[in-house]
């Protein structure tokens, strides 16, 4: 238990009997049995080593593999995929793991590529490129695909692992009531890795997916969620409610329609849940009491997984679709190549030529120029491509250096380790913390700076340096985590962030001393440089010059478009300031006829009068404007609510009716147990009397002789009833209890009966309530559109009558209303307007102030009988389990569990509540 759970007064509901049975505390006779059960102190390794080594084994020989970690909220998912500093989760052990399987394969070349993805709220997004939003699933023949998602080559454990710190910072994480750092959606990494065997061994290309997943957790209802979390919640709910059904279907081994197009986390795992790949489920289970039920819904969602069966295979692709090959083929390729251009350059090409070819450039001879620099580029391009290419590959350090000391670094491929071995780069690496993460190439093809380090080399230091960089963020997302949770264990964070600060430093001391050994290695390269290697240098410089000359002119043309476009829009704003400028002038030009006509009136004070009156008016239209804008949204607020209640008096007529069928059919039963009741009572009176008989007979069965001296009386209707009430072999105290039995069931369901009509008639209640509301509400609105009409009214100054037809097509209550429309509205309402109407048409409006202050009191009123209706008990008793935003449907299941709405339980052959399998479905309005 966490000490959250211990804090809240919990007590152990659930516990690990042995490592192969969960046994409940209350209850010993319910037990689970799984393959592996881990109690409270094994260690993360522990479950890697069952549940996950054998799948990251098997991945690395070609057969898919799938991981994940299914459970409710802070039941300990992320902690067993992903976990922290001190105890790693199943993905970083897998990637250790995948990383010293190639180093214990000679003999094959690896390339590994990783993506990580999330789905939250039903969207696909690409953790590793924050503009790969909302990705869609597609189809091929080797199965379902995220369509654009992003892959990196990983070429070590460091580097894979900052792929999914810099993952971890764009994915979404949220607090809950049960945990702090709660995930809000699914995460898929997935490793998918290529090998093949060397030269004359080559057998194929082996290809294959290792997906490792840690899912968002369940959430209950107890989890107070509101808005966003709300939202997230009911998309976990209904993604984990998928999963459930396509498990159970798989699980049930029949050809049925399997649902995975539901969800997009089936959809993703449909090639993993029935294909040909092996599938590891981690079960995360609290033993607290408090969650007693969702720690058994887990449970038997886990029996129903373990009973799919999947028939693991090895994939193979064709060697043409296959990147290693790609890579392998493209390399031999550009060697060649490079060897052409290299030998043709250094035969046509001189200094002096390089020297006119400079001046012609000068002169402007293009042509020259351009076959100086494609050459150089092409030349850079393909010697950079194939060190590229070259380093992606993985091999084990066994295979290139015969009688290598297997010192258990890896190597990327080639042949140069025996340079960094020897050289003091080499130390370097070994001793760092991924040893041996060596990126070889052909050396041999790649030119080498005299008392410096091989380009290779130099590029294997650059890369080092970058991985370093992506562990020093791993390691600072990692601290970042741990500072967040050091508010509720100071002393063990404390420790734990001092360990990781100082690994930290250390890694930047590592990091310094590579790049120190870079810039020394370019410096003693710089002055031992032979002529030739001068002239290259130079060459290079000259190309980057040329290229940064290119790149300057493309810079100052899009400064030129810029200065163009800057100088349209000065131009523009120039044009825009004239119009406004001559508008002012309008404006002026029109405020100065009034003061016109006032001086043919002779009166100064009339202009003043009139402006104070123009102000005020404006004034008065900005108010009256400002409540148009409060009514309007008040009355799409009542139209909201009105849709609401009428959704809630349909669910309510729903349940009635749903009521109403059960009610029927108790009477039914009621009505054939009475009837069986009346028959049994006739058999007993009927015993009574044989029984009677026989005792005045004074034939008393214990002293008759047993049935050998029955059978010698004389035959008789009481002798034949009696023997045939002896041949049925029945007691009359058996009978009577029988009935008494029968007495206490039809009195239980006549109590059941007579509940039934209590709820019926309080739904009956409920559902009147609500027409009494909504009328209610219905008139409000309908008031407060004839307000509005009249405050339009006002703002527009009096009005002749002529235009109240005008004023009546404005009126846009015929479209939001549609009752006002068909002229069923309230009669209060019609006599409100009437008298409005008539006392417009009198010219007897009231004055704004009052009106306002009407207006005012009517918003006050309306707000408190919102406040009135939200208040009306349980916000949460009518909506739906698994969504929480529909309402329930009168659905009735098999266990009497009304809590689902209609696309949510056609969705589930379960119910989410007590998990009894549905079999049936009634629907209530369908009856
Ligand atoms: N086996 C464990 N040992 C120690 N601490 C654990 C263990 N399992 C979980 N925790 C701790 O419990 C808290 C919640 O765990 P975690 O975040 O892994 O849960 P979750 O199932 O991923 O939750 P959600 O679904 O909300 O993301 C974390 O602080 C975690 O460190």
């Known amino acids: 238990m966490s000490e959250r759970e211990y804090q809240r007064g919990d007590e152990v509901a659930w516990y690990a009997d042995g490592d192969k049975l969960v046994r409940n505390e209350y209850n010993p006779a319910t037990s689970y049995a799984f393959d592996k059960v881990f109690g409270e102190y094994s260690e993360t390794q522990e479950v890697y080593d069952v549940a996950a080594g054998p799948v990251i084994k098997a991945a690395m020989e070609g057969i898919n593999g799938t991981v994940f970690a299914y459970g409710v909220t802070s039941s300990g998912k992320t902690h067993t995929m992903h976990g922290d500093h001190n105890s790693p989760g199943i993905i970083p052990l897998a990637i250790k793991d995948v990383f010293s399987i190639i ?32 990705l869609r699933v597609r ?182 679709k296959s990147l290693i090959k790609k890579y392998q083929r493209e390399i031999s390729a550009l060697k060649l190549e490079l060897d052409q251009l290299r030998r043709g350059m250094l035969v046509g090409v001189n200094p002096e030529e390089i020297m006119s ?37 993985l091999v084990s350090s066994k295979n290139a250096i015969p009688g290598n000391d297997d010192n258990g670094s890896l190597l990327l491929n080639g042949d140069i380790q025996n340079d960094l071995i020897s050289s003091n780069v080499g130390s370097t690496i070994t001793d760092s913390t991924h040893a041996g993460e060596v990126i070889s190439g052909s050396a041999s093809d790649v030119k080498r700076l005299t008392g410096g380090l091989s380009i290779d080399e130099m590029d294997l230091l ?73 002239q290259q240098t130079m060459m290079q410089l000259m190309t980057q010059i040329d290229e940064k000359g290119f790149e300057l002119e493309i810079r100052s043309a899009d400064n030129r478009i810029l200065q163009e476009e800057l100088q349209n829009k000065c131009e523009e704003n120039k044009e825009l300031q004239e119009r406004i400028m001559l508008l002012e002038q309008q404006l002026a030009m029109a405020n100065q006829k009034p003061m016109t006509s006032s001086e043919q009136h002779g009166s100064k004070e009339y202009i003043d009068g009139l402006r104070t009156k123009i102000k005020i008016q404006e004034v008065e239209n900005e108010k009256l404007k ?110 009577r209890m029988e009935l008494q039995a029968r007495k206490q069931r039809e009195s239980r369901l006549e109590a059941a009966l007579s509940e039934k009509e209590v709820f019926e008639e309080e739904y009956r209640k409920k559902l009147e309530d609500a027409k009494k509301k909504e009328a209610s509400l219905e008139n409000d609105l309908a008031n407060m559109w004839v307000l509005v009409a009249q405050l339009k009214k006002e703002a527009k100054g009096p009005v002749p009558e002529s235009n109240n037809n005008e004023r009546n097509t404005e009126r846009p209550e015929p479209t939001n209303h549609p009752k006002v429309e068909n002229g069923e509205q309230n009669n209060s309402v019609v006599k409100e307007r009437q008298v409005l109407d008539v006392s417009q048409t009198a010219h007897d409006v009231p004055k704004e102030e009052p009106l306002v202050a009407r207006l005012k009191a009517r918003m006050q009123e309306m707000k408190e009988k919102e406040v009135n209706y939200v208040g009306n008990g349980d916000a949460n008793s009518h909506v739906c389990k698994v969504c929480f935003e529909s309402p329930t449907a009168a659905m009735l299941l098999p266990c009497r569990h009304f809590s689902l709405c209609k696309s949510c339980s056609l969705a589930c052959s379960e119910c989410p509540i007590c998990r009894t399998k549905i079999t049936d479905r009634i629907f209530a309005f369908a009856s």
């Open 103 to 134: 180093q214990d394969t000679p003999g094959r070349e690896f390339l590994l590529r990783v993506s990580y993805i999330e789905i939250y709220n039903e969207v696909i997004n690409d953790l590793l490129d924050p503009t790969g939003q909302n």
């Open 139 to 320: 189809e091929d023949a080797q199965g379902t695909y995220v369509e654009g998602i992003k892959e990196e080559v990983v070429l070590s454990p460091g580097h894979a692992l900052s792929f999914i710190a810099a993952g971890e910072e764009h994915r979404h994480i949220g607090s809950n009531n049960f945990n702090l750092l709660s995930s809000r959606s699914h995460t898929i990494f997935t490793l998918m890795i290529e090998s093949s065997s060397h030269g004359d061994e080559y057998d194929g290309v082996i290809f294959s997916q290792l997906n490792l997943i840690d899912l968002a957790g369940s959430e209950s209802s107890k989890t107070e969620t509101t808005g966003l979390r709300r939202k997230e919640g009911s998309y976990i709910n209904k993604s984990l409610l998928t999963l459930g059904t396509v498990i159970g279907k798989l699980s049930e081994g029949r050809a049925s329609h399997v649902p995975y197009r539901d969800s997009k986390l089936t959809r993703i795992l449909q090639s993993s849940l029935s294909g040909h790949g092996h599938v590891s489920l981690i079960c995360t289970i609290t033993p607290a009491s408090s969650s007693m039920e969702e720690t058994h819904n887990t449970l038997k969602f886990a029996s129903r997984a373990k009973r799919i069966e999947i028939y693991a295979s090895q994939n193979k692709i064709i060697d043409e």
């Open 357 to 393: 070819l400079k001046q012609k450039l000068e002169e402007g001879q293009v042509k020259m120029q351009s076959r100086l620099e494609e050459e150089e580029e092409a030349k850079a391009a393909l010697m950079s491509r194939i060190q590229r290419l070259t380093k992606l590959i």
């Open 462 to 534: 650059v890369e080092r340096v970058k991985m370093l960089a992506g562990e020093i963020a791993f390691s600072t997302s990692t601290m970042k985590r741990l500072v967040e949770q050091s508010a509720n264990d100071p002393e063990n964070s404390k420790t734990q962030i001092e360990d990781l600060e100082r690994e930290i430093e250390d890694k930047r001391r590592q990091m310094r001393d590579l790049e120190k050994q870079i810039v020394e290695s370019n410096e003693a390269s710089i002055s031992n440089t032979s002529l030739a290697d001068m």
């Open 626 to 735: 400002l409540q148009h804008v409060h009514i309007s949204e008040e009355n799409s607020g009542l139209y909201v609510q009105n849709q609401k209640l009428s959704e809630e008096a349909s669910y309510a007529k729903e349940l009635a009716s749903a009521a109403a069928v059960e009610l029927k059919n108790l009477a039914g039963e009621v009505t054939k147990l009475s009837l069986e009741n009346a028959r049994l009572e006739k058999e007993l009176v009927a015993a009574c009397e044989l029984a009677n008989s026989k005792a005045s007979n004074g034939g008393n069965r214990k002293f008759d002789g047993g049935k050998p001296g029955r059978k010698g009386r004389s035959s008789g209707r009481v002798n034949n009833a009696y023997d045939e009430f002896d041949s049925w072999n029945l007691d009359p105290e058996d009978l």
